[in-house]
């Protein structure tokens, strides 16, 4: 098997050790390995674009940061593997890839492909979610050179830091034709967030459908009560949580507000979100049923 490994070394602050024991067992089980370091944000994407011949799997080694970058520069009929060194790593927990690179190494030789469609937001593809209101504003506050050192406290805190700006900002929805308002919104592939927590009971990541999350009731108590049920997996049972599952979404307000896809920072509103027609196929265990 041809693979290209795409490899973040700013990703949970650098995994080289992990990277070459990653390499070595792909070549020891066969598989041609041409490796290449990412150089900063956007890299992934365009340098795929320019590959002539990406061969037959693209791994990212990274978080989802890294992933997405390389699904926006993936070939249509290459498959896309994954060994998550970044910080959350929600696509690994969606997907049950192993931690250890011999086993993550496995998967990609040995295991299947699954067909997953992704989200297209405003042109560009997600492979976990997008979001607009309060995790979006997380995003893009968040200190990066502290998410360096610290990973996930980085997060924390910036979770912290604008939990008080919930409920100003009021957005419209338009879901498969129907208008809904709501205060924050998650458009999900697949039923992790943020870790190993469950978002949605009712997403399912091979599934060419999205699952939207709307938050519907301004005030910090809300919020709070949402982020109680987050760490139980009940956002669904939560009362002023609505969601619905659709194929195409679009999003307004009246200010200037941001977006994050898979993590990163996305853009700004207006957001026009559907599902991509292609689906892609995913190295997974081949025991797991998704
Ligand atoms: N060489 C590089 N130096 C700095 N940043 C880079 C480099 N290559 C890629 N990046 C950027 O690093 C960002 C973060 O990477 P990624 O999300 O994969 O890791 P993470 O944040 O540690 O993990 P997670 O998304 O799982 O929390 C990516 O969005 C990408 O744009």
Known sequence: ???????????????????????TELEALGGSIRLYYTQGPADATRYLRALEDQGDCVVAVGGDGTTNEVINGL???????????????????????????????????????????????????????????????????????????LGKVAYALSMLSQIRRYGEQRYRLVVDGRPLDCFSAVITNGRFY???FILSKQANIVRPKLQVLLFQKPGVRFLLGCLWALLFGRME????????????????????????????????????????SEPMLVRVPADIVL
């Open 194 to 196: 943020g870790g190993s």
């Open 237 to 276: 049972s939560v009362d002023g949580v609505t969601s619905v599952s659709a194929e195409r979404i679009e999003i307004h307000c009246d200010g200037d507000e941001p977006l994050q896809a898979d993590g990163d920072p996305a853009g700004r509103l207006p957001a026009d979100i559907a599902v991509e």
């Open 1 to 23: 098997m041809k693979i290209t490994v795409i490899y973040n070394p700013a990703a949970g602050g650098g995994r080289e050790a992990l990277l070459r024991r990653f390499v």
């Open 75 to 149: 070939a249509s009929g290459v498959a896309l593997g994954v060994f998550a060194t970044g910080t959350a790593n929600v696509l690994a927990k969606e997907l049950s890839l192993p931690k250890k690179p011999e086993a993550a190494a496995r998967v990609v030789m040995e295991g299947k492909s699954v067909s997953i469609s992704p989200g297209l937001l405003n042109g560009r593809r997600f492979i976990m979610m997008c979001g607009v209101g309060y995790d979006a504003w997380v995003v893009d506050r968040v200190n990066l050179p502290l998410k360096e050192r």
